[in-house]
């Protein structure tokens, strides 16, 4: 079947046939891609058995490993018009040596997406994308200010380019080297904003989204929004709390982990679905804090 005119499930296949030949190619496990991706082996083996496809930040990460582009990964002949789903047309990319167990405080402004990831290396890693907006090196300049025990991180957009633009189509993906993270704390305007493969002491998301994932995130995870949000926890090991005003949120967990749900603040109140395998003394907690908020916690 041609790649241009083939199905949405052919085109999963053949990516996932892909997929595994590079892998084996590169002599990596499964796990070993996961680890060096920062996504779980369960993420490698559904890509590779047709069952799901990578969302962005992935497809530039595995396109990294592979040392091939995100075009190749995909299957995707340049002459054909439009870019896959997936890929972006342009790109600025910003490396920093890091050097010791580090803070990191990190500020990606207003973009229509956010995203962070822990990885095995040694270099805080920043990219910002877009398929609609070019020069974006231009546009966009990230700082890194390295202090002792700290790194701070931001993203600032320029007076060229609209803030109307950049949360329309213009997406920041940050990977930290797990060996040096301590904690971190992440500040957004997005859409969404999506956590994958991190572990560290602590996580604070000080972030304007409806729309949050968080997948093989091992930390005490703290999320300030006063919207009204989705939170998807793929995977959950340790607290999630949830600080909001004035707003009623729903948080998704699996099935088969025991939490424990705690209620704080003023006129608050915690739904609790069918789903959710309740247990007072687990070591995962959701927890609601605020005042005049309400959130669903809902298991799959």
């Not at 409806?210 to 997948?215: G, I, N, T, W």
């Amino acid at each position: 079947m041609d790649e241009q005119t083939a199905t949405p499930k052919a085109r999963t296949m053949e990516f996932s046939t892909r997929l595994k030949d590079l892998r084996a190619q590169s002599a990596l496990s499964q796990e070993q891609l996961a680890r060096r991706i920062g996504v779980s082996r369960q993420a490698v083996t559904k890509w590779e058995s047709g069952a799901g496809r990578p969302e962005l930040e992935s497809l530039v990460a595995l396109a990294d490993v592979f040392t091939v582009s995100v075009d190749a990964l995909l299957g995707v002949d340049d002459a054909h018009a439009g870019p896959a789903r997936g890929e972006h047309r342009y790109e600025s990319a910003t490396n920093y040596d890091v050097d010791g167990g580090k803070h990191f405080d990190i500020d990606c402004g207003s973009v229509y997406a956010c995203a962070i990831r822990g990885y095995d290396g040694e270099q805080l890693r920043v990219r910002v994308v877009s398929n609609t907006v070019a020069n974006l090196a231009r546009h966009f300049k990230v700082s890194v200010d390295d202090r002792p025990k700290r790194l701070d991180v931001q993203v600032r957009r320029g007076t060229g380019i609209s803030e109307t633009l950049a949360k329309d189509d213009v997406t920041v993906i940050i990977w930290v080297p797990q060996r040096y993270v301590t904690t971190v704390e992440c500040a957004a305007k997005a859409q969404e904003a999506h956590v994958r493969g991190l572990t560290c002491d602590s996580l604070e998301l000080d972030v304007r989204t409806p729309r949050l994932s968080l997948d093989d995130v091992h930390a005490h995870v703290e999320v300030n929004c006063n919207l009204d949000m989705e939170i998807d926890c793929a995977s959950i090991d340790g607290r999630v709390d949830v600080n909001q005003l004035s707003s009623t949120s729903r948080i998704t967990v699996p099935k088969d982990v025991p939490i424990a749900v705690l209620t704080h603040g003023l006129r608050t109140r915690t739904i609790v679905g069918a789903g959710v395998r309740q247990d007072e003394d687990s070591p995962n907690i959701v927890e609601l804090n605020g005042v005049a908020s309400e959130l669903i916690i809902e298991g799959r």
